[in-house]
């Protein structure tokens, strides 16, 4: 079982900069696929953002692209979300997500919350206004 541990969460105000940090248990070469999700108490669980290693496809949420950047921090086993112009609405608890896909297309349509191999345990980010 992958084990995935985050960092980074706190509490900023509107326009500020928070980044994120997803650690694996083990090589990512098993994990292909990671990504980041946030919940809200009461809504579904929604992808942000999400990196297929391979190849380093990226993808992103429309509520966050331009602001938010995927991308692997110091080789393999580490995936990072760096988050500027942080909205209030950007508010809630972010999961690190990892799952194994053959492609690139695959992490897009597979990386999904039914399709999650590995969870965090969360973070929470707090935008005040």
């Known amino acids: 079982q992958v084990q995935l541990v985050e960092s980074g969460g706190g509490s900023v105000q509107a326009g500020g900069s928070l980044r994120l940090s997803c650690v694996a248990s083990?090589?990512?070469?098993?994990?292909?696929?990671m990504g980041w999700f946030r919940q809200v108490p009461g809504n579904l669980r929604e992808r942000v953002a999400h990196?297929?290693?391979?190849?380093?496809?990226?993808m992103y949420a429309d509520s966050v692209k331009g602001r938010f950047t995927i991308f692997q921090d110091n080789g393999k086993g580490t995936v990072a979300l760096q988050m500027d112009s942080l909205k209030p609405e950007d508010t809630a608890m972010y999961y690190c997500?990892?799952?194994?896909?053959?492609?690139?297309?695959?992490?897009?349509?597979?990386?999904?919350?039914?399709?999650?191999?590995?969870w965090g345990q969360g973070t929470q980010v707090t935008v005040s206004s």
């Open positions: 997500a990892a799952a194994r896909f053959l492609s690139g297309a695959s992490c897009d349509r597979g990386l999904t919350v039914d399709g999650v191999r590995s």
């Open positions: 083990e090589a990512t070469y098993s994990l292909n696929c």
């Open positions: 990196l297929y290693t391979g190849s380093g496809r990226t």
